[in-house]
């Protein structure tokens, strides 16, 4: 009964091949929650597949229906050793993204776990079912190292429509709150900060949605009759996003902008790199908030991006000024940022600059959370995860990007910390989507550490209600 055990085991999960068996499985399941016709496939894959791994475990399992009619259901698992023992919530999703099939490299396929190097090959590999495959095989590394006991207990979340926005997830935590009540969240989720450096994030930043519409007539006309006569929506449209957003990218709405970065995320994010694995983009030098780190850009920051442009046919043009133009837009926005009002923000700052016949049209809105880098169950677990690697973990106060996190922080009240095991140049929601082996096998040994860990007597000093 020993950690190194238990990271032994780990490494043994991956190296016989059981993780490859066990993904691959999962990964035929076509767990495309944007279907209409995929509800039965999603309540098979956690009936079938994630209750009954869990269930050999000791878990008491049952799927439950989505509070909103017509979504995938969640599966609610538990495991329980002791009321005097920390309890954690693990979270993950078992839908993806559409195949789309055609656009994979042959002879990639997305219902097929396929290796090529050091790369594994298919839909849901990195998003999430790799992920929480690797939670749940640490977690059975531990069981096998303790002769058959965690040190903890456990409860298990997994929906089936994160990829649609997570409609029933504030519902069911709602109504369910005691009986998902914990210590700590501990999940999986997104990128790595790069491939080489064990990464835990805190919360992510939140997003909002909203469309910039100008119409202005029935119809285009003729750009030689009635060019220099009539508003050219595009024109307009562009000059007045021009007044958002600055041409080296900075938010020029006062509104939209966050409070200042608060200095224990700042000391945070000191020593992070953003970029530098194969395949990322060439960061642009002068590009965004003045006087900010990219780091500081990217997780301590809002960012105002204009998502898509439309106006007439770019792809068959013809000589008529069109009649109408759409900007799709999106706000990524950290804690502290007020977007309550931003409907109302938006319209009084085009209509005070001659701009109000363009409507603003809200979507989707996410709120942003963020944990305390200097929180205690922080600082547990980036020692815990140092002593299996040897390498100091990125903590980043929040992901750049966005994920349900509000439903544990908010709702549930939890501490939440999310250690992902993919890396951004994985495809996510793309063609060839893949997860890497060598992340992989190191974050099936940094679950089961931190496992180990959070079952030894003391190991934490953080219990809920105390801090």
């Known amino acids: 009964m020993t950690r190194s055990q238990a990271l032994a085991n780990a490494r043994d999960y991956f190296d016989s091949g059981m993780l490859h068996a066990d993904l691959a499985r999962r990964v035929a399941y076509r767990t495309e929650s944007q279907e209409d016709a995929s509800g039965p496939v999603l309540r098979s894959y956690l009936a079938d597949e994630i209750a009954a791994t869990v269930a050999s475990s000791g878990f008491s399992t049952r799927v439950v229906d989505n509070p909103v009619a017509s979504h995938g259901p969640m599966l609610i698992a538990s495991r ?6 920390p309890t954690v919530l693990v979270y993950g999703h078992g839908d993806v993204v559409r195949g789309y099939e055609e656009q994979w490299r042959k002879p ?40 058959g006991r965690l040190g903890f207990n456990v409860k298990l979340l997994i929906e089936t429509g994160e990829e649609v926005g997570s409609p029933g997830l504030h519902a069911l935590c709602a109504a369910l709150r005691q009986e ?64 958002m957003i600055g041409k080296d990218g900075r938010i020029l709405v006062e ?49 105002l ?8 046919n770019a792809d068959r043009p013809v000589n008529a000024i069109p009649p109408a133009a759409i900007a799709r837009c999106q706000l990524r926005f950290v804690v502290g940022t007020d977007v309550r009002r931003i409907a109302e923000v938006l319209g009084e700052h085009l209509a005070a600059r001659d701009y109000a016949d363009i409507r603003v049209r809200m979507g989707d809105c996410n709120a942003a959370t963020r944990l305390s880098p200097d929180h205690e169950w922080v600082r547990w677990a980036s020692s815990s995860i140092e002593r299996t690697t040897g390498k100091k973990p ?29 890396y951004p140049g994985c495809s996510q929601h793309a063609a060839n989507e893949h997860l890497l082996a060598p992340v992989a096998r190191e974050g099936l040994q940094m679950m089961a550490g931190l496992f180990w860990d959070l079952g030894e007597p003391g190991a934490v000093a953080y219990r809920a209600g105390t801090s």
């Open 80 to 85: 329980y050793e002791g009321a005097e023992l």
């Open 108 to 147: 990639l396929a997305p219902w097929s776990l396929t290796i090529e190097g050091d790369r594994w090959y298919g839909r849901g590999t990195a998003d999430n079912k790799g992920q929480h495959s690797i939670v749940l095989g640490a977690l059975q590394s531990v069981t096998a190292a303790r002769d």
């Open 180 to 243: 998902l009540s914990a210590d700590v969240l501990i999940a999986s989720d997104g990128p790595r900060l790069n491939s080489q450096r064990p990464t835990i994030f805190l919360g992510s930043r939140g997003s909002i949605n909203f469309d910039l519409e100008l119409n202005l007539r029935e119809g285009g006309h003729h750009s030689g009759n009635w060019g220099g006569l009539l508003r050219n929506p595009a024109t307009v449209l562009a000059n007045a996003i021009a007044t």
């Open 255 to 303: 509104e939209l902008r966050p409070p200042p970065i608060p200095d224990d995320v700042r000391l945070a994010l000191a020593d992070i790199a953003v970029g530098g694995d194969e395949g990322d983009p060439v960061i642009d030098p002068g590009w965004g908030e003045p006087e900010l780190t990219p780091a500081e850009r990217v997780f301590g920051w809002n960012t």
């Open 305 to 312: 991006e204009v998502l898509a442009l439309k106006s007439g």
């Open 394 to 422: 990125a903590i980043l106060p929040n992901l750049g990007g966005t994920l349900p996190n509000d439903v544990f922080a908010e709702i549930l009240g939890l501490p939440t910390l999310w250690v992902p095991h993919s």
